[in-house]
């Protein structure tokens, strides 16, 4: 692993400014897809990953649960994950080679 010093004016966090090529950006795999499929963006460093980062859905009970909080929890689940609680060391989106 190598370390890289950079030294910048101007420090951001943003996808439109990596979009309209002025810096980079850190961002999930599905949230910057489309551009990167597109040739918008460019994956710089294709051997890293961010670890995963469990999502917890936290409620009193199910006893009255009402049915939109129920499936307000299933959709969360649906599209964020498995049922189970990943492993610390677990990525959330595995490096792709290339």
């Known amino acids: 692993m190598q370390s890289v010093a950079v030294r910048a004016r101007l420090s951001c966090h943003g996808l439109i ?3 309209d090529g002025v810096g980079i950006t850190l961002a999930e795999n599905r949230r910057v897809e489309q551009y990167v499929t597109a040739g918008q963006l460019v994956r710089v ?3 890293w990953s ?11 009970g199910r006893k009255l649960m009402p049915a939109r909080t129920r499936v307000f929890i299933d959709a969360l689940a649906a599209k964020f994950g498995a049922p189970r609680s990943p492993g610390p060391n677990e990525e959330v989106f595995p490096a792709r080679g290339g």
């Not at 995963?52 to 409620?59: E, K």
């Open 17 to 19: 400014l990596a979009i």
């Open 45 to 47: 460093l294709p051997e």
């Open 50 to 60: 961010l670890p995963r980062t469990p999502l917890w859905a936290v409620f009193p």
